[in-house]
């Protein structure tokens, strides 16, 4: 009866994090997942459900959220992002859609996620840029919270930085790549990127709210290490606010997944 | 009876315009300096005038607008800026607020002005930027818009890119230098930069909007220098809109008016 195939396709979404109450259909509020799987089902004229590689909490953004479907549209893919940012609102625009294998699952396939904070350092905080970075009156020494996030970098487990109420069954993560820099074009601007196979909930966030901490001189180097030592929450800062977080992008094995 | 000396106050503001009807109060809107004549109010208990270097316009947002006014406050220079912050909304934030010659004035002393234009070219919409710059979905030659730029440098008579309705009494200005460039950070990001003694109202938003006509291709190089010469608008493009647009700076001679 229907001669149309199903594909699945790969999508790639920026949003900002502001309006949202975070990727994943919630109670509370309008979830990210939820305007794109209304957009979808609006362009295809099927029901349509969106799954993401990262739940990003609320209040964060993304540049490079993943995100595969099923749709029996005909819509080839070169269009697809076009006419899906025709339907989406202005805080969230598709930047990529392309037909991926059919067992390409955008959160069990990702091998690396990457994400970036940003930190506003100055007496005043700023106007422009103040929706996506966390402004901190205070001097930061760059150098030193470079070396204190170097603790990261390996399998380890990370259940100090694990949220509470969190339920992941593990809490052993391998981060490949954590560096912290000043901005070449604003020395205000301080960018942490962090790179690895997965996150515990809020654990970006704590990393970000330690490094500012040492950063200003207001808790001992080394309290990283100490709490991947000796799993306590309490050697770590303050959870960072989710509005300087951004998940840059998500890697898949081979080519992602594409036909 | 009064035994505290008015003193003048040279005050430098950023603020995001996305809210206000601009810097100069209307009857049909909030503006920012009456935002700011309010918070000032508030904070010496005095009613207080503000008088900015420039009527930003509707949607215009500035780094450096300069403001002066008359205060018998005794609240020192290095705390003004700190405790007006603490009652502005976070759209707006005093940079700074020094004592100046009591002749000191905010518009009539100002000696330039410099502003910049934020164009994003690339396909798809920036999301977290999209309130401070034009999305153009087109390729834009910087070379070309950089060529074309150069014929506003000089003494000229500007009355082609003079808004109708405009109340400029002499349509001639200077402008000192002009600038397009990619930000090496972001080459999605191009930035026009503009500086010279005074501007009429709209022309670096004409400006702008040329620049794009000429660096996609839409109209023919050379308009400007024809605009200049025939004083006829419709050798410009459209006025660009008003989010892309930030007033960066504004200078006065010698030590600026400050004590």
Redesign the interface.
Known sequence: MDDQAVRRVRLTL???GARYVGWQRQVNGLAVQEVVEEALSRLTGERTAVTGASRTDAGV?A?GQTAHFDTRSRIPDERF??AL?TILP??????NARTADCDFHARFSARAKTYRYWYHRS???P??E???RWHIPLPLDVATMSREARAMVGEHDFAAFAASGSKAKSTVREVTSVEVSE???DPALLELTIRGGGFLYNMVRILAGTLADVGAGKRESGAIARAIQTGDRLELGQTAPPHGL?LMNVEYDGDGGFR
């Open positions: 920026a949003y900002d953004h540049l992002a076009l940012n202005p805080d969230i625009r598709a930047v007496r005043v905080a106007v422009l103040r929706g996506l901005a070449p074009h951004t």
